[in-house]
């Protein structure tokens, strides 16, 4: 097939490049590289531009002849988002109206939507499933949410089937090792853990000890990057074989939640092998931040026909280490 894949030359994005090139499809990347990088675009074709620039998109789809268009390009921080919601409004819900209307224009049926656990707000009951009300907290949340409504109309006024896939903690590398997590400034954990460990940050920050779980740290759900896009491409398979008409939505995770701490212990113990230790620090609660978040992934697993490959924590960890001592410079042990 013929892919366009917008913000390709992000983190979830390149890997979902990779995974649909190796497989035969050709793939063309839209990226404005503000928070991806052109070197995380190893496959496909890359195109630098914005979803803002309408006389762009026209030329882009008049030559592309596209079977179908994945959607990664979103602003993710949810404190930004609150100090700056007009960003996050411009970019993530006028930029991706300017992207579903030239598809319609040029009859593309088929459309992936990187969506979130945000929408979902403060959790009512976990695993959190596809029934759980969504009453997202911050702008970030409010305007995934606003698209997954929009796709709703579309799909009964145009006939754009779409998916819709939510993720909760993104996590991991490439297993081969050619491609992992860049973000300016990074905010994920395992990253950050990892930087405290290889040199490139002086330590990492626990938010708070005293929430209502198990050793009261926050327990949240890690999915793989590789699982997360097999998940995209069966989802995919899903829309041009027909089996998924409408606008659907799916949850994606481990199902099985890990403590800060749970984290932190299989880090440490990753690391101690390259002779590497974590600083950690302690800070207060930051608001907002839910005591448990994990995903209740069975839809996807049963429509989807999807099943993680690497739900392990430490191959996780593994992975993402390999990546982290590339990008610091680590020499490779013989």
């Known amino acids: 097939m013929n892919i366009l894949i917008v913000g390709g030359a992000g983190y979830i994005g390149s890997h979902m490049v990779k995974m649909l090139s190796q497989v035969g499809h050709h793939v063309c990347v839209l990226d404005n590289l503000t928070t991806g990088f052109r070197e995380q675009v190893k496959y496909g074709e890359l195109v630098v531009g914005d979803l803002q620039d309408l006389s762009l998109m026209e030329t882009l789809f008049k030559a592309g002849a596209f079977d179908a268009v994945m959607h990664f390009a979103a602003n993710s921080l949810v404190g930004e988002s609150v100090s700056n919601p007009a960003k996050y409004y411009r970019n993530n819900v006028a930029n991706t109206l300017n992207l579903l209307d030239v598809m319609v224009r040029h009859n593309v049926k088929n459309f992936i939507f990187s969506s979130t656990a945000a929408t979902f707000g403060e959790p009512e009951y976990v695993p ?77 920050t626990v938010f708070g000890r005293d929430y209502p779980t198990e050793d009261g740290t926050c327990v949240r759900d890690y999915i ?29 995770g481990n199902g099985a939640g890990y403590s800060v701490q749970q984290v932190l212990d299989v880090a440490e113990k990753v690391v101690a092998q390259d002779s590497c230790r974590v600083v950690v620090e302690e800070g207060e609660r930051r608001a907002g931040d839910p005591a448990v978040l994990v995903a209740d992934a069975s839809l996807a697993m049963e429509e989807l026909k999807w099943t993680p490959l690497y739900p392990d924590l430490e191959t996780i960890i593994e992975h993402a280490w390999e990546w982290e001592k590339k990008l610091a410079g680590f020499k490779k042990a013989v």
Do not use: M, W
């Open 224 to 252: 793989h990057i590789y699982d997360l896009c097999c998940a995209h491409a069966q989802a995919l398979n899903a829309l041009v074989e027909g089996g998924e008409q409408g606008a659907s939505c799916f949850n994606l």
């Open 128 to 204: 959190i499933d596809e029934k759980h009300p969504q009453k997202p907290i911050n702008p970030y949340g409010a305007s995934k949410l606003i698209i997954e409504r929009i796709l709703q109309d579309y799909a009964q006024a145009y006939g754009l089937n779409s998916i819709s896939l939510r993720y909760f903690n993104a996590c991991g590398a490439d297993p081969d090792g050619e491609l992992g997590e860049c973000h300016d400034p990074e905010t994920h954990l395992i990253p950050l853990i990892l930087q405290a460990a290889s040199g490139r940050r002086k330590s990492i």
